[in-house]
């Protein structure tokens, strides 16, 4: 195939949702169509297998939340998908956030019986940053649902954004029957309990064919008339300029634990989602098709598999080809790279990748020289933005519960901190390590991980730090501030100052002393 049309033919995305609107299962039903996982029997191995996988990670299951985000890479007639696998529970939004920036394309998922909730708002505030096209999927249509129209009404009011439907639900709860695909003009049946299976839909010639007739009870024919028409009335016609831009979403109504309405999204992304989207790079926007192949990291994950500790950084291919054994520049670095052993994420299995497309996200084991924002290129020196960084906004002190092994203690900490799991701080001052996060779960988690992937007994302990920032400028100036506040300094996993502060006055006193300095927030991960 050509290099452009194997570009064209890829659709990276992500399921945004609020926990529990569906989001693991619709990812199951979509690798049903991948070929990942084709018979029944099949489904329930894959899920012991899946729970094997991650049962390194006890807060998972202790939780039962999702905390490590993916990628499953699967094809479906004709078309390349790489579906990223964001963390639902809001302490983990950094790592959402940053998967985010790479993706092209987004489905919002929805409880029917719930509609938008927090989680789904703040995720689709940060599409909308990005201008990213969104489909919606409603959920959970064979329960008691609330009323289509109020769905897509609180859609449109709450998120502003224009709404048409793709598909309309005939019935709910006990009495649902299956949709009206109006994007494509048929019928497709509800067939309860067929989770594992693939449904037919029928074509039908419009809402007059004789056939729905036939196939549906009179009383749910005539309400489905009518409520298209007013769906009709009411709503703007599905425009692809508009969804492309971002402005308007198509909805789709379905019940993805039944497998049902999952083919219609599908084929929809297929259809409607971006190819790989260009790149915004510091120095200039990259297409996809270019030849050089350049690509930024977004996330770094350590111990993958407790038994090899290895540290995997994810790309984001933006531009280009890449090959196995490609040499790449580490622009942050300078150096040159060869890479021989990337991984691609086939939703089946891990592999070594021997070729990849920009939209494809491919697995760089590494000991660390990989961090998060980095740009790989083969061609000239550009950096990638857009990797978000977030403000650590609750510290607490970490120690290690036997003193004998502060030191390895420090090693876990430092990489995690490289993986972006946490910002920790290293006081001049003092043998505890601070460490900040955005959510207090992610002390659990992270308390969990020292233990079990480094075997360290930790305890975190409050603190009255209100907030921990970056001291940038002259290196003089920045000397004297230091040499002056050695008490609340401390240093990054990098080694940059940092400003402890206990409150905001002595925050505001430092910046009105040092007019000069900088005090940031976060540091650019650039
Ligand atoms: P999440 O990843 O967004 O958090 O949601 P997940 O897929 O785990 O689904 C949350 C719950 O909703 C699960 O039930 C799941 O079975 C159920 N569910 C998902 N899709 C549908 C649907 O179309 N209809 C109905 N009725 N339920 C659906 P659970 O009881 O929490 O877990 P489980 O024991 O069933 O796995």
Same mark, same amino acid.
């Not at 998060?372 to 083969?378: F, M, Q, S, V, Y």
């Not at 502060?406 to 001049?428: D, I, S, T, Y």
């Given at each position: 195939m050509a290099f452009d049309q194997e570009i064209e033919r890829r659709r990276t995305f992500a399921i945004i949702s609020h926990p529990d609107a569906g989001k693991t299962t619709l990812t199951e039903k979509l690798?049903?169509? *991948?070929?990942?996982?084709?018979?029944? @029997?099949?489904?329930?191995?894959?899920?012991?297998?899946?729970?094997?996988?991650?049962?390194?990670?006890? $807060?998972?299951?202790?939780?039962?939340?999702?905390?490590?985000?993916?990628?499953?890479?699967?094809?479906?007639?004709?078309?390349?998908?790489?579906?990223?696998?964001?963390?639902?529970?809001?302490?983990?939004?950094?790592?959402?956030?940053?998967?985010?920036?790479?993706?092209?394309?987004?489905?919002?998922?929805?409880?029917?019986?719930?509609?938008?909730?927090?989680?789904?708002?703040?995720?689709?505030? $940060?599409?909308?940053?990005?201008?990213?096209?969104?489909?919606?999927?409603?959920?959970?249509?064979?329960?008691?649902?609330?009323?289509?129209?109020?769905?897509?009404?609180?859609?449109?009011?709450?998120?502003?954004?224009?709404?048409?439907?793709?598909?309309?639900?005939?019935?709910? *709860?006990?009495?649902?029957? @299956?949709?009206?695909?109006l994007l494509n003009d048929q019928l497709v049946l509800f067939d309860r309990g067929k989770g594992d299976v693939l449904t037919e839909s029928i074509q039908c010639s419009g809402l007059d064919d004789p056939k729905l007739e036939e196939l549906l009870p009179d009383h749910a024919l005539e309400k489905l008339k009518t409520d298209i028409e007013m769906v009709r009335a009411l709503c703007k016609p599905f425009d692809i300029e508009a969804y492309l831009e971002g402005h308007l979403t198509p909805v789709f109504f379905g019940s993805a634990i039944n497998n049902f309405g999952v083919r219609e999204l599908l084929a929809a992304i297929g259809k409607n989602a971006p190819s790989p989207r260009p790149g915004k790079a510091l120095e200039r926007s990259v297409t996809p098709t270019e030849d050089a192949m350049s690509g930024f990291v977004f996330k770094i994950q350590a111990n993958m598999d407790p038994k090899h500790r290895d540290r995997i950084a994810f790309l984001r291919i933006v531009s280009g080809r890449f090959r196995k054994g490609i040499k790449a520049k580490h622009v942050r670095s300078g150096k040159i790279m060869a890479i021989h052993n990337a991984q691609l994420f086939l939703a089946q299995d891990r592999?070594?990748?021997?070729?990849?497309?920009?939209?494809?996200?491919? @697995?760089?084991?590494?000991? @660390?020289?990989?961090?998060?924002?980095?740009?790989?290129?083969?061609g000239e020196l550009i950096r990638y933005t857009g990797v978000p960084s977030f403000a650590p906004e609750i510290l607490q002190k970490v120690r290690s519960e036997d003193?004998?092994?502060?030191?390895?203690?420090?090693?876990?900490?430092?990489?995690?901190?490289?993986?972006?799991?946490?910002?920790?701080?290293?006081?001049?001052?003092?043998?505890?390590?601070?460490?900040?996060?955005?959510?207090?779960?992610?002390?659990?988690v992270l308390a969990d991980r020292i233990r079990t992937e480094y075997q360290l007994p930790v305890k975190f302990e409050a603190t009255t730090l209100m907030t921990a920032e970056w001291v940038d400028g002259d290196p003089r100036e920045v000397k004297k501030f230091v040499d002056a506040n050695r008490a609340s300094m401390a240093v990054d996993h990098a080694g940059a100052p940092v400003y402890l502060a206990r409150n905001n006055w002595h925050l505001d006193k430092a910046k009105e002393d040092y007019p000069t300095l900088r005090f940031l927030k976060t540091k650019e991960e650039v």
């Open positions: 690798l049903l169509f *991948g070929g990942a996982i084709q018979l029944a @029997g099949e489904v329930k191995a894959r899920g012991d297998r899946r729970r094997a996988r991650s049962d390194w990670m006890k $807060v998972e299951q202790e939780r039962g939340i999702s905390v490590a985000s993916s990628v499953m890479t699967f094809d479906y007639e004709g078309h390349t998908f790489n579906l990223l696998d964001t963390p639902g529970h809001e302490d983990f939004s950094e790592d959402t956030y940053r998967t985010l920036s790479a993706v092209d394309s987004a489905v919002m998922v929805l409880d029917a019986a719930k509609g938008i909730e927090t989680q789904t708002r703040k995720l689709f505030e $940060v599409c909308r940053l990005r201008d990213m096209p969104i489909a919606t999927f409603i959920n959970k249509m064979d329960r008691e649902a609330r009323d289509p129209f109020d769905l897509i009404d609180e859609v449109e009011q709450k998120l502003a954004l224009d709404v048409t439907p793709a598909s309309w639900p005939i019935g709910m *709860g006990r009495d649902f029957l @299956g949709c009206y695909d592999e070594v990748a021997e070729e990849a497309f920009a939209g494809d996200i491919i @697995g760089i084991p590494n000991h @660390g020289n990989l961090r998060i924002g980095d740009t790989l290129t083969e003193p004998m092994k502060a030191k390895h203690l420090g090693r876990a900490l430092e990489q995690l901190a490289e993986e972006g799991a946490a910002r920790v701080f290293k006081p001049n001052l003092g043998s505890d390590w601070v460490v900040g996060v955005v959510g207090p779960l992610q002390f659990d």
